[in-house]
């Protein structure tokens, strides 16, 4: 399917759409008024989110449309009537951590006459999954996709009416329907989508299977939002996409990642911009130099390589070479100095060969990046890779896996060290777990710090002196 541009007959429906689904939360109200009845007491809910920040997005638009209903939030999974998993399924262990958690929940479930159990996410998308489900875990509620969450105020009322299992899960869509209630993890931050789905097909890959085909939304409805959350008490925003810098493809209006960036950057109020994922392939020299004259984004990029060889690289379908990717590497740096760079990496693709191996090695120490996620390649059934020949023995992979973890640790520390007793921007953000005098918060390049400092400050940008560096994260003082 091509990338079409929303018409105007489109637009209308989604509204109608909108609409709808508003009139699905009256009629849960009711609903809910009427178990709560039955029950004798509040009903709880509690999400469970796996995987990415999209779907941790996701998930707050769940708990906005539970909330509005009138379901209280719990903080402990086993306390809740309404247990939903926002489940991923990128790499084989995320699937069986959930099939694991189910077989918990039945246990909970037998004791709760009120409860009900849920699955959306991107593994619902995964029809082998699915029809797991339907045979051997029947004890589920509810079950659907990621293309059609938007319609989860009328598959929950479906659900509180019916003894059934209720499943609706899409193929893919077009639509983006806007302005759903939305509750958000924290009051100061929020991540905001500015496109869904992916188009790029890396051949390991399962995310654009489960995510469909990439979509942007319009940039007046990405302003407006983050006006409203900025009104709301929001000061960081989180851009959210698989690969940001495609951003706009698409659309009637012409326009880029770096030009929204740009238009993103004028809302006064806002004080800190993030963006993730930044494909090597399509960041663009626009982009860099937007952010290196930017007050507000963060100078921090994630910059993928997936692998240091070429060949591989070729085989992943990434479209860059070890070579272009070190290029752009230099060229960020040469423009924005104190970027902080960091990275995913994938270990034991298909045909991987230890020089293969060292390639990555290479680059990962040329580049010597602030921090980086290791992945042990998962075969993902569906995508070309798992059709692949010389799957690379695990033993081999847990090697290689062992030594490039030991090389990216070491950099991170270097790069930690650098900063110890400099003063850096912090954005406090929780209060310390285990020390109650203690207020954790973030620096620009997103690193940790725990400061000494009054609950007060949560929410608020202060400069703070890094007194100790502890390896991966800080001790910090108020400077
Ligand atoms: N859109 C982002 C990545 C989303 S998935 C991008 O292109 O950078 C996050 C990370 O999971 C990927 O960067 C990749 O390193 C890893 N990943 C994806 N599929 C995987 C697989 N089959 N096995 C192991 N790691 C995988
Ligand atoms: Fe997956 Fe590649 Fe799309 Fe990222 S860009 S989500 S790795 S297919
Ligand atoms: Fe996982 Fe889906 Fe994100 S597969 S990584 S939750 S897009």
């Known amino acids: 399917m091509s990338n079409t541009v929303n018409t105007i ?11 709808r689904q508003y009139e699905f939360i009256e009629l849960c109200k009711e609903q809910y008024k009427k178990d709560v009845e039955a029950a004798g007491r509040d009903l709880k809910f509690h999400v469970t989110t796996f995987g990415c920040q999209m779907n941790a997005r996701d998930s707050e638009k769940l708990a906005g449309i539970l909330d509005a209903i009138g379901y209280v939030e719990v903080e402990e999974e086993k306390d809740a009537d309404f247990v939903i998993y926002n489940t991923c399924t990128v790499r084989e262990n995320a699937n069986n951590k959930v099939y ?16 009900k159990i849920a699955l959306c996410g991107c593994m619902m998308q995964e029809p082998q999954v699915v029809e797991k489900l339907k045979k051997s875990y029947r004890f589920v509620d509810l079950v659907f996709g990621t293309h059609n969450i938007f319609k ?17 899960v899409w193929e893919d869509t077009k639509q983006i329907v806007e ?3 939305v509750e958000r993890k924290y009051s100061f931050k929020s991540g905001v989508n500015i496109m869904f789905g992916c188009n790029n097909f890396c051949s390991y890959c399962i995310v654009p299977y489960v995510r469909g085909r990439e979509r942007s939304r319009k940039p007046e409805e990405i302003i407006a939002e983050i006006e409203r959350l900025v009104a709301d008490g929001v000061i960081e925003v989180m851009l959210l996409g698989q690969n940001v810098n495609s951003y706009g493809k698409g659309l009637a209006e012409e326009i880029s990642f770096a030009q929204l960036l740009e238009r993103i950057e004028k809302i006064e109020g806002l004080e800190r911009i993030r963006f993730m994922t930044s ?10 130099a937007v952010m290196a004259k930017s007050k507000k984004i963060c100078k921090h990029i994630h910059l993928p390589l997936q692998s240091g060889s070429t060949e591989i690289l070729k085989k992943m379908n990434r479209h860059y070479t070890k070579e272009s990717y070190l290029a752009l590497v230099s060229k960020i740096r040469e423009a924005i100095p104190d970027v902080a760079i960091t990275t995913d990496i994938i270990v034991g693709f298909p045909g991987e060969t ?14 010597k990046y602030d921090s980086a996620f290791t992945f042990i390649y998962s075969k993902r059934t569906g995508t070309p890779a798992a059709k692949m020949e010389n799957q690379v023995p695990e033993d081999v992979i847990k090697d290689r896996f062992d030594r490039l973890l030991a090389l990216v640790q070491q950099h991170g520390r270097e790069h930690a060290e650098a900063l110890e007793g400099t003063v850096q921007n912090v954005l406090f953000e929780t209060p310390n777990e285990h020390d109650d005098s203690l207020v954790t918060g973030r620096l620009d ?6 400061v000494k400092a009054s609950k007060d400050l949560i929410g608020k940008i202060l400069p703070v002196r890094l007194v100790e560096c502890k390896g991966f994260y800080y001790m910090g003082e108020l400077a």
């Not at 007959?9 to 609409?19: C, G, I, N, S, Y």
């Not at 390049?445 to 725990?450: I, K, Q």
């Open 9 to 19: 007959d489109e637009d209308l429906v989604a509204e109608q759409e909108a609409k």
């Open 100 to 115: 694991g958690r189910l077989g918990y929940l039945q246990n909970v479930k037998k004791k709760n006459p009120h409860m």
């Open 152 to 168: 989860f105020a009328e598959l929950l009322y479906q659900s509180m009416t019916s003894n059934k299992m209720v499943v609706d």
């Open 179 to 181: 302005n759903l209630p």
């Open 279 to 288: 494909h090597p392939k399509d960041l663009s020299d626009d982009l860099i």
């Open 354 to 367: 230890e020089e293969d191996f060292q390639e990555t090695m290479d680059v990962v120490n040329t580049v």
């Open 445 to 450: 390049n997103s690193s940790v710090v725990h």
